[in-house]
């Protein structure tokens, strides 16, 4: 993990709005928002762990699909908001207080266009135990990416977990 965010990526909490996404999985939810984009990162070390994480990976395609619809609904519920807002007359102190409350939520509007912006790429990294044999879980693994455009698997390949531009370079620790 540490080496994830020397890479420039934060480790996203239990307040992240994802986080029900994964929160029974074993995935944990990393943002990296210079280049702007998440990622949920599983490590799998043992062969009876693939199967789970399969299913791990189908069900949060589910929910992050789920979420990213509910983005369309909440920002458009704040731009309803805003409009009925700017539509109103009031006086002069009642226009103040209004103010700084529409301020905040064109804050709100912001941060949840970003957030989706953010889910318009997702990345699944897994980081497998080279000794495990990979090449069912890959095959299976590629059939459920192939259903979801926004989704890019990416897995570990000689220590390193790479995404577009962004490396990760994985430390090797001696048995």
């Known amino acids: 993990m540490r080496a ?6 934060e480790l996203k909490g239990d307040n ?9 999985t074993d995935l944990r939810g990393f943002s990296h928002n210079e280049e702007g984009f998440y990622v949920y990162l599983g490590k799998i ?10 299913e791990d990976i189908n069900i949060v395609f589910y929910r992050t699909e789920k979420h990213y619809q509910e983005l369309d609904v909440k920002i458009a519920d704040l731009h309803r908001e805003l409009e009925s807002r700017r539509s109103e ?15 905040q939520i064109v804050r709100e509007v912001d941060e949840w266009r970003t957030a989706k912006e953010q ?15 990979r090449t069912n879980f890959m095959r299976e693994a590629k059939k459920l990416f192939s259903q979801h455009d926004r989704f890019e ?3 570990d390949k000689d220590n390193l977990v790479q995404f577009d531009s962004v490396k990760v370079k994985l430390a090797v620790l001696s048995k």
Do not use: H, Q
């Open 119 to 133: 889910m318009s790429k997702m990345y699944i990294a897994l980081i497998i135990d080279p000794g495990i044999n």
């Open 4 to 9: 994830f965010e020397l890479a420039g990526f």
């Open 153 to 155: 698997l990416v897995v």
């Open 89 to 103: 007359d009031y006086s002069t102190a009642v226009r103040r207080f209004r103010s700084r409350a529409t301020k």
């Open 45 to 54: 070390d043992e062969e009876a762990e693939l199967e789970a994480c399969l």
């Open 16 to 24: 992240w709005f994802l986080n029900d996404v994964i929160d029974d």
